[in-house]
T-cell receptor, first 116, second 115 residues
Framework: SQQGEEDPQALSIQEGENATMNCSYK?????LQWYRQNSGRGLVHLIL?????REKHSGRLRVTLDTSKKSSSLLITASRAADTASYFC????????????????FGKGTHLIIQP | DGGITQSPKYLFRKEGQNVTLSCEQN?????MYWYRQDPGQGLRLIYY???????QKGDIAEGYSVSREKKESFPLTVTSAQKNPTAFYLC??????????????FGAGTRLSVL
């Protein structure tokens, strides 16, 4: 079963506006990651936030994590046409994250469209 | 996509046929992964490997097989037992990291269709 669920499923905004996507997950996690996927392509890692962190920034990206609500949000500020893509949150359950390799569990993604 | 090469980009399978998807990485990563993505869905883990000659089943391993004879290579075979193979297949690799902080690097994917 999928661990994370992104909301909304689709989002269309004007260039220059901010875009906010949310992710909810089910089990306790060690960290949460956000990835971007351009249409028909592989995924690109954007940012990782650990369970003991509440907020993290990377360029125009801001990620928050609320472990009590089992939720995270990704904010993209000053959006650009090139930000058009699907965005996925991904987690590793603490049950499995004992070190080494762990497959990520992905949500279904938010499809973001930036209108020029 | 850098550093991970998947081939072919498009693949067609006939009924009862096994097909093999290639994944090669030059990032010197220890771990490699195979995911399946269906339209409008997230990725689901098929198999993963932490070390040469060792691999573990993911959430949807039935109908698939893998091998890890070299650190750089992790081919996926979609067998005839997989009744619904049409999907987008993504290979990824990562360093081994404690605490599950394994940032994964993805290939460009292989789109498999059934004839």
């Amino acid at each position: 079963s999928q661990q994370g669920e992104e909301d909304p499923q689709a989002l269309s905004i004007q260039e220059g506006e901010n875009a906010t996507m949310n992710c909810s997950y089910k089990t306790s996690i060690n960290n949460l990651q956000w990835y971007r996927q351009n249409s028909g392509r592989g995924l690109v890692h954007l940012i990782l936030i650990r369970s003991n962190e509440r907020e993290k920034h990377s360029g125009r990206l801001r990620v928050t994590l609320d472990t009590s609500k089992k939720s995270s949000s990704l904010l993209i500020t000053a959006s650009r046409a090139a930000d058009t893509a699907s965005y996925f949150c991904a987690t590793v359950s603490m049950v499995y994250s004992g070190g080494g390799a762990d497959g990520l569990t992905f949500g279904k993604g938010t499809h973001l469209i930036i209108q020029p | 996509d850098g550093g991970i090469t998947q081939s072919p980009k498009y693949l067609f399978r006939k009924e009862g046929q096994n097909v093999t998807l290639s994944c090669e990485q030059n990032l010197n990563h220890d771990a490699m992964y195979w995911y399946r993505q269906d339209p409008g869905q997230g990725l689901r883990l098929i198999y993963y490997s932490q070390i040469v000659n060792d691999f573990q089943k993911g959430d949807i391993a039935e109908g698939y097989s893998v091998s890890r004879e070299k650190k750089e290579s992790f081919p996926l075979t979609v067998t005839s037992a997989q009744k619904n193979p049409t999907a987008f297949y993504l290979c990824a690799s990562s360093w081994l990291a404690s605490g599950g902080a394994n940032i994964q690097y993805f290939g460009a994917g292989t789109r498999l269709s059934v004839l």
